[in-house]
């Protein structure tokens, strides 16, 4: 199993950005699907996740700013980011949630 992040870079407040997580091995339509970040000092959180159902959960933090997405046919799993703020700077991360595989994440930077 591999799960590919891209998508991530320099952006200033209130930019976007949309990551992407590629997966081989794995097909995400059958199972819950997560981004989780990681800020330096701070724990692993979660941002969203998609169940195999399609159903979403958002981390409060990001509640109305961030969407998550999947695309069946491209097998790949998607986080809209809106609004960005200077503390979404993290490692962003793209997990199988129960599975327990995970990508090598992608950095986000939000400053001016």
């Known amino acids: 199993v591999q799960l590919v992040e891209s998508g991530g870079g320099l952006v200033q407040p209130g930019g976007s950005l949309r990551l992407s997580c590629a997966g081989s091995?794995?097909?995400?339509?059958?199972?819950?699907m997560g981004w989780y970040r990681q800020a330096p000092g701070k724990q692993r959180e979660l941002v969203a996740k998609i169940s195999s159902g399609g159903s979403t959960n958002y981390g409060d933090s990001v509640k109305g700013r961030f969407t998550i997405s999947r695309d069946v046919p491209k097998n790949t799993l998607y986080l809209q980011m809106n609004s960005l703020k200077p503390e979404d700077t993290a490692v962003y991360y793209c997990?199988?949630?129960?599975?327990?595989?995970w990508g090598q994440g992608t950095q986000v930077t939000v400053s001016s």
């Open positions: 997990t199988a949630i129960v599975l327990g595989y």
């Open positions: 091995g794995i097909l995400f339509r059958h199972y819950q």
